[in-house]
């Protein structure tokens, strides 16, 4: 997995959600007992988990800002953090799942 396919599979989810208004965000995710956010916001977390390691420095909570419709701003910088961290294929490959599956889960 390389780091352009990382940051298509990004750029898809972002555009599948960049134009959701609150309400759509609220509304539960496929399959699911939590809202679409809760859902984007547990990505952006796991991805940023995946940068600190990278980069040898501790994880840390990633907040939850009151406004949803930041949610893909977040998950662009957690993306490019982890890009810039240089991390082995397997963590692209794994990064990049993680997006599709969440992208398919909304």
Known sequence: MSA?????AVEL???QVGHWQQPRWSA??????VSRAAL??????????LAADAE?????DVPRLANDL??????????????????PEAVLTRAAEAV???RSAL
Do not use: M, S, W, Y
């Open 4 to 8: 352009a396919e990382l940051d298509r």
């Open 13 to 15: 989810l972002v555009r």
């Open 28 to 33: 539960a995710a496929e399959g699911g007992n």
């Open 40 to 49: 984007v916001h547990k990505l952006v977390q796991e991805i940023a988990n």
């Open 56 to 60: 040898g420095e501790p994880r840390r």
């Open 70 to 87: 930041v949610l893909p701003d977040q998950l662009r910088v957690v993306a490019a953090d982890l890009l810039a961290a240089g991390p």
């Open 100 to 102: 599709t599956a969440t």
